[in-house]
């Protein structure tokens, strides 16, 4: 399963160096002469509940920030802040910053998708929207066989308790539980396959660096139509754009730069594909509008 929330990005790390660092903005308050500026509070506003008083919700946040000034003037007290890992903490957490807000400037040359691109994409991807389906499986987790021949020969088992039996025997670790499969977030051929799966029939599928073997208990049908599945297929349409757009700046980074690699260090084969960081600067982009002409209305 594939999820697509983030937690909330540590802003708050990059202003740990230097008690009287000035910032630019209005003052909201001061701890021990380090200012607290509007900027620096509206910065927070990044973890804000939807509709919410944002006024309001500024007064409540603004001593949860004096605390964390404080406690970052401890640890800087003793010292903290001038160690080696602090030095690479902060290098990490202003890159990704950057890389962040790069990706909030080119979403905002994305076009925003038009009702054709939508409807196309919707059609396309049938167990996103109108045959969205969530399974509440039996699972087993189990490490990647090593060969091919071995993971075919795990289909002579028919059941779960079988398989399990079976990993028993050879001495295989793994887990068991129930889970829940959103095939909205499979890809389409194997949420076609799942779909058609009989229940109780365990299907086996590769899921982070392991293998799983899912048995479904229960099919619940969720679909997706109209405006919604409209708006959801735009704001996916917009953030592939703008993954896209990343992935053109970088291509383009890496044919300009030199890069060069201590012995041992260089990785093997050609750069991947797809990128983390590029995935997870993408999803931390603000929302945009679902599609033009009014598919998102």
């Not at 630019?24 to 506003?45: C, M, P």
Request: a positive charge; one cysteine or more; hydrophobic letters at 40%.
């Amino acid at each position: 399963m594939k999820h697509l929330l983030w937690s909330a990005f540590p802003l708050a790390a990059l202003a740990l160096s230097g008690c009287q660092s000035k910032s630019d903005g209005q003052s909201v308050a001061t701890v021990d002469g380090q200012a607290i500026s509007t900027q620096g509070l509206d910065a927070e506003l990044v973890d804000a509940p939807p509709g919410i008083d944002r006024l309001a919700y500024r007064k409540t946040i603004l001593p949860q920030l004096v605390d964390r000034t404080l406690l970052a003037h401890a640890a800087q007290k003793m010292g903290l802040d001038k160690t080696p890992e602090y030095a690479a903490r902060r290098e990490r957490q202003e890159q990704k910053l950057l890389v962040e807000m790069l990706a909030e400037k080119l979403a905002n040359t994305v076009p925003v998708p038009t009702v054709q691109a939508v409807d196309a994409y919707i059609a396309a991807h049938p167990y996103e929207f109108a045959q969205r389906q969530k399974f509440y499986v039996d699972q087993i987790r189990f490490a990647q066989p090593a060969s091919t021949e071995a993971l075919l020969s795990l289909g002579q088992y028919k059941t779960l308790d079988a398989l399990a039996d079976g990993l028993t025997r050879n001495a295989t670790p793994f887990s068991r539980d129930h889970v829940l499969i959103d095939s909205a977030f499979l890809d389409p051929a194997v949420a076609a396959q799942v779909a058609k799966q009989p229940l109780a029939d365990p299907i086996f599928l590769p899921y982070k660096g392991v293998y799983t073997a899912n048995a479904i208990i229960q099919r619940m049908p969720t679909p997706i139509a109209g405006n919604v599945a409209r708006g959801l297929a735009g704001e996916i349409l917009r953030r592939k754009a703008i993954a896209d757009a990343m992935g053109q700046t970088l291509q383009k980074a890496r044919k300009d730069a030199s890069i060069t690699y201590q012995p041992g260090y260089k990785p093997d084969g050609k750069a991947p594909a797809a990128s983390k960081a590029i995935q997870d600067a993408t999803d931390r982009a603000p929302g945009g509008a679902a599609a033009s002409s009014g598919a998102g209305g």
